[in-house]
Each structure stands twice: as C-alpha cells, then as structure tokens.
T-cell receptor, first 112, second 114 residues
Framework: GENVEQHPSTLSVQEGDSAVIKCTYSDSASNYFPWYKQELGKRPQLIIDIRSNVGEKKDQRIAVTLNKTAKHFSLHITETQPEDSAVYFCAAPRTGRRALTFGSGTRLQVQP | NAGVTQTPKFQVLKTGQSMTLQCAQDMNHEYMSWYRQDPGMGLRLIHYSVGAGITDQGEVPNGYNVSRSTTEDFPLRLLSAAPSQTSVYFC?????????????FGPGTRLLVL
C-alpha cells in the first residue's frame, strides 16, 4: 500500500517569511497529490492539489511542486500571515482506491 | 447543499457500549470514507465505499462495521467500544471521476470512551 512521510512536524516562521513542507510517497503509480489545511477544532479543507502530469501549480501565495522521479512533493507558502497558522496535511491516493493516505501533519505557526 | 454532515458532534461512551456514527452527503458522490484522527498521527482510513452496497476495509478496520444501503448515507458502527477508540472521526466523500478527486470532509465526531 501507499506510505506518505511528511516533514517537518512543526514549523515556526515570522510573518512575511516563506514556509515549505515536504512529503515523500512510496507508490510510483500515485497520480494525485492534495494538500489540506486544518484549523483547530475544524475539518480538513483542501487548499491545493496537483496531478502527476504537471510539475508545479500555484494559487496566489500557495504553490505545490512535484518530483515524480524522486517521489516527493512540497507545499510552498509565501508572504505568510498569522491566519496561515494551522496544521497542514499532504496525502496520496491509496493504491487502487479513491480513499487517501495522509502524512502525519505539520503544525505551522506564523509569528506576528 | 449541506455537503457532508455528521452526527453526533460529541459522544461519551462506556467501555463495551455500542453506537453508530452517522454520515450523510447530498452531493451525489459515489465514494465515501471514514477516517479517525489521533494526535500526531494524521488521519487513518477505517473503511470506505465506492458505491451503494460496496464497502471495503482501510488500514484500521478492527472494531468497526460499515454498510452503504444508499448513495447518501454511510454509517459507522462501533460494536463494543474500547478506550483505544477515543478519537475524532471524520467522514469524507468524493466523485468517482478521475479528474474530480477532491475529498470533502464532514465536521467530525469527537468520541470519548471511558
């Protein structure tokens, strides 16, 4: 089955700095990589995703890059703001299934 | 649309009790899943369904049963609650098309087993 590893587990940055979270996956057949943001006490919400036929995707201050050869993908947040503080999860499809395997999460703290 | 709904929001059980966590979606999604979230462990898949009448196990299925009699509903049953099942439970749903894979999560059910 799929194994997804996520680093770092915690990340503290100053407001305005950039934040990068990295994930690796094991199943070379995986073709869809979403990122979820979860605020305290709330449900996970999709913030960006990427399919395997592209190497990078941007949405305003958020970008995701994918390296299929190395089997890793990263979330980049630029010009961080205090409201970016949350737990971020990467995920990859479980082999042959629509459900997802999640990374263990990164707690991002943006210091004002 | 209400999206994905879950009831109850919070539940306290005693060891050995049984209960059903309810999940419903009104987006006509074929795929539905149950995850549990424990501190520091992300979300782990319990059971999932690819359509009415079809279910399969995830990575942590022991102690849980599911059924999918309709497209809309996907209840999760705890047969005999144990303290190790204390967790937050999320239901999620998505379309079956390969270009519409976004999973939508319900608000969660926080379960405490004493």
């Amino acid at each position: 089955g799929e194994n997804v590893e996520q680093h770092p587990s915690t990340l503290s940055v100053q407001e305005g700095d950039s934040a990068v979270i990295k994930c690796t996956y094991s199943d070379s057949a995986s073709n869809y990589f979403p990122w979820y943001k979860q605020e305290l006490g709330k449900r996970p919400q999709l913030i960006i995703d990427i399919r395997s036929n592209v190497g990078e995707k941007k949405d305003q201050r958020i970008a995701v890059t994918l390296n299929k050869t190395a089997k890793h993908f990263s979330l980049h947040i630029t010009e961080t703001q205090p409201e970016d503080s949350a737990v971020y999860f990467c995920a990859a499809p479980r082999t042959g299934r629509r459900a997802l395997t999640f990374g263990s999460g990164t707690r991002l703290q943006v210091q004002p | 649309n209400a999206g994905v709904t879950q009831t109850p929001k919070f539940q306290v059980l005693k060891t050995g009790q049984s209960m059903t966590l309810q999940c419903a979606q009104d987006m006509n999604h074929e795929y539905m899943s149950w995850y549990r979230q424990d501190p520091g462990m992300g979300l782990r898949l319990i059971h999932y369904s690819v359509g009415a009448g079809i279910t399969d196990q995830g990575e942590v299925p022991n102690g849980y049963n599911v059924s999918r009699s309709t497209t809309e509903d996907f209840p999760l049953r705890l047969l005999s609650a144990a303290p190790s099942q204390t967790s937050v439970y999320f239901c999620a749903s998505s379309y079956s098309r390969s270009d519409q894979e976004t999973q939508y999560f319900g608000p969660g059910t926080r379960l405490l087993v004493l």
